[in-house]
């Protein structure tokens, strides 16, 4: 997710807790979620006490109720799941579980009160299990209605949850370092221990020379020789790149190569950037 602030974009990511985004001001990307019901106890109380005083919060209260009622006007009764599909999964399931011939199993079935008790239980069992799975048709259909109809919340929490370059970015322990390119532009390095990875953005940085690409080396702490890491090429030269291995790098590089890349450096670096580890 992105927001225009007239000097170019800002990428707005998703934390991996409710209340470092809180703490971060995206309480409003939250609304959808919120709206759902997708949230713990604990979350949903903290963000009640957050918006309490919040000047987001009539704004925030004005986003939940548009997507409780998009929901509301998307689920017709004709799009509700048929009445015996979980009867019939249920049905399916118990018999590839058999894991015994039905007249083997007759034989050692027990019999009397016993039965009676085990009758009960999987009546129970068999309850928990359609309303629970009732419960994840109903929040992956709302999910997919928010978003299809305009809401974002959902699909922009789970999406940067998984996303590798928000994993390293949203760490606890990320750590960023922004360097000069010679020609304009900068290159920041976000590295994280945890995840031992960093992510490569370059900002402002003109494309390589026709026929050229710029090319990302790690420079092993052992003094071994440069290990290549990938090409940026003018399509791809703006977007973040995620390097793995962050324990075993002393310092990235960067240097020009031939179009497709090169197994060893053929220029002099264009930039260093020692690596915190």
Do not use: C
Not at 74 to 87: G, K, Q, T, V, Y
Not at 168 to 173: G, N, R, S, W
Not at 200 to 209: F, H, Q, R, S, T
């Amino acid at each position: 997710m992105s927001e225009n602030t007239g000097g170019g974009f800002i990428r707005r990511m998703f934390a991996n807790d409710i209340a470092t985004d809180l703490a971060e001001g995206r309480v409003l990307e939250l609304a959808e979620i919120y709206a759902l019901d997708a949230l713990s106890d604990d979350e949903r109380a903290m963000i009640d006490h957050y918006i309490e005083d919040a000047p987001e919060g009539p704004e925030f209260l004005e986003r939940v109720r548009q997507a409780r009622e998009t929901l509301a006007v998307s689920f017709a009764p004709e799009h509700e799941p048929p009445a015996e599909l979980f009867d019939n999964i249920m049905a399916r399931i118990s018999t590839e579980d058999t894991s015994q011939p039905a007249d083997e199993a007759a034989n050692l079935a027990p019999s009397g009160p016993v039965v009676d008790e085990l009758a009960a239980a999987r009546t129970k069992r068999d309850e928990s299990r359609r309303s629970s799975g009732a419960r994840r048709w109903l929040v992956g259909a709302a999910a997919a209605a928010v978003i299809a109809l305009g809401g974002i919340g959902v699909g922009a929490y789970v999406s940067a949850q998984n996303d590798p370059v928000n994993q390293v970015l949203q760490a606890q322990d990320v750590q960023k370092k922004s360097a000069p390119v010679p020609g304009g532009g900068t290159a920041t390095i976000s590295a994280s221990s945890a995840k031992d990875s960093f992510v490569v953005l370059m900002d402002g940085v003109a494309p390589a020379p026709n026929g050229k690409v710029y090319q990302l080396w790690t420079l092993p702490k052992d003094g071994s020789a440069p290990v290549p890491q990938g090409t940026m090429d003018a399509e791809t030269l703006s977007k973040p790149a995620v390097v793995k291995g962050l324990s075993a790098a002393s310092s990235v590089a960067i240097t020009v190569e031939p179009a497709g890349g090169s197994s060893a450096p053929t220029t002099a670096p264009v930039l260093v950037v020692a690596l915190t580890a």
